[in-house]
């Protein structure tokens, strides 16, 4: 098994590198909420959330990166992105989530 460190948590979930270990998205998806209510600003928490979402996203595109692995980001794929919703207040963000949502339901029919 890979041993993944803090901040490369998100890069062996990117590369599936980590594919035979599916506790790994939910201690990353943990680790995100942790570091989430240690942010003031409400916006910065947004973003926080709608990036760990692209990369669950890209994940889920990779044709590269077992189905099995794929299937589990999907699978998870709500969590940041539910909590996205639940802080936006800034129009900005509320449109760079919209966008996300059209790309996510334009992309992971393709990919899976």
């Known amino acids: 098994m890979v041993e993944v460190t803090r901040c490369g948590i998100g890069n062996a ?60 980001c999907l699978d998870q794929i709500y969590r940041p992105l539910l909590n996205a919703e639940r802080l936006i207040s800034h129009p900005e963000d509320r449109v760079k989530f919209a966008r996300l949502q059209v790309e996510m339901h334009t992309l992971v029919p393709y990919f899976l």
Do not use: K
Request: proline share 3%; glycine share 2%; charged share 20%.
């Open 13 to 72: 979930i990117r590369n599936g590198t980590c594919a035979d270990n599916p506790i790994v998205i939910t201690r990353y998806l943990d680790s995100i909420d942790s570091t989430a209510e240690l942010i003031f600003c409400e916006r910065e928490r947004v973003a926080l959330y709608l990036n760990t979402t692209q990369i669950l996203l890209d994940t889920i595109c990779d044709t590269l990166i077992p189905m099995h692995w794929r299937q589990m």
